[in-house]
């Protein structure tokens, strides 16, 4: 059934996602999802960054933890820092209740490396 459902997803080039409020999903083109999230980051004025930064904060992080001997213990270091820090990403909310339907964005940020 799932797998059905995910084979007519990919042939009709469809994406599923939710709502921003209410208990429900939302069934749109792939295309008009991203050109909804790339019109989100293009009227926000965000710029692309040329190099991933990633690496060089998780460098930052891991030197003050170590710098910080009277704070955190030598034995339980590892438990401040993300040990497979990846950049976060974001994803689109649709707000059905608007005209156009905009998206509400939510940030991944579990893999972050400052959290």
Partial sequence: MIRSIQNKLNNNKAKITWPDKGN???I??????????QNFIQDNNFRKATTDPTNAFQTQIEQTIKGST????????WKYKNMNPSAPSIKGLIKI????QPICPVIKWRNAPGI
């Fill in 97 to 100: 209740h608007k005209p156009d």
């Fill in 70 to 77: 009277t704070l955190i213990p030598k034995d339980s270091r």
């Fill in 28 to 37: 749109l083109p792939t295309h008009q999802y991203e050109t909804k999230i």
């Fill in 24 to 26: 429900t999903i939302v």
